[in-house]
């Protein structure tokens, strides 16, 4: 059955590392979204792309990159630079077509050490 | 800048009586409003949407009311049930914007007591 999954459920990482979530979606949706949540607030847009090969830096892009080599798939790393990484990440799509909302994945809770 | 605000961060209801969750928004180029329901640590689910063609969208239990000239939408729950009891938030997707991107107010979280 159709879905978003991301992996994995929960992430720890050493303070400097660089760390990849993943997010795969087989909806057959163009645009995918990567979101932050943190304890209290509302999702912050981090990247998204409407298309294969073509991204765009969200409100909140400094610290993360992202690539979208195959429709199904978006993944996001989160960098050194990032200077407060822990947070809840999700990532959703949707079809182009307006008027659609976004499905999201179960999202992956991010811990720096 | 919160183009989409809710303003009550949190809403406690007795099970069996009326949810209302407000949201204001201030981007008179919003064209579409949705709500999700999030659980902790699960991804938020799809709820209910209105056009801004329309005053007020119904779903079983759910109901949104939008006023475009006070630039503001609630959503109406009844009866609460304790499953209901949940984060809400209210997003917004502006006519000028490509796709479906949205913005999300900073959420409602909802008690229905049993």
């Known amino acids: 059955d159709g879905g978003i999954t991301q992996s994995p459920k929960y992430l720890f990482r050493k303070e400097g590392q660089n760390v990849t979530l993943s997010c795969e979606q087989n909806l057959n949706h163009d645009a995918m979204y990567w979101y932050r949540q943190d304890p209290g607030q509302g999702l912050r847009l981090i990247y998204y792309s409407q298309i294969v090969n073509d991204f765009q830096k969200g409100d909140i892009a400094e610290g993360y990159s992202v690539s979208r080599e195959k429709k199904e798939s978006f993944p996001l790393t989160v960098t050194s630079a990032q200077k407060n990484p822990t947070a809840f990440y999700l990532c959703?799509?949707?079809?182009?077509?307006?008027?659609?909302?976004?499905?999201f994945g179960p999202g992956t809770r991010l811990t720096v050490l | 800048d919160q183009q989409v605000k809710q303003n009550s961060p949190s809403l406690s209801v007795q099970e069996g009586r009326i949810s209302i969750l407000n949201c204001d928004y201030t981007n008179s180029m919003f064209d579409y409003f949705l709500w999700y329901k999030k659980y902790p640590a699960e991804g938020p689910t799809f709820l209910i949407s209105?056009?801004?063609?329309?005053d007020k969208n119904e779903d079983g239990r759910f109901t949104v009311f939008l006023n475009k000239s006070a630039k503001h939408l609630s959503l109406h729950i009844v009866p609460s049930q304790p499953g209901d009891s949940a984060v809400y938030f209210c997003?917004?997707?502006?006519?000028?914007?490509?796709?479906?991107?949205?913005?999300f107010g900073g959420g409602t979280r909802l008690m229905v007591k049993p």
């Open positions: 997003a917004a997707r502006a006519l000028n914007n490509a796709g479906n991107m949205l913005t």
């Open positions: 959703a799509s949707t079809p182009t077509s307006r008027n659609n909302e976004q499905f």
């Open positions: 209105i056009s801004s063609i329309k």
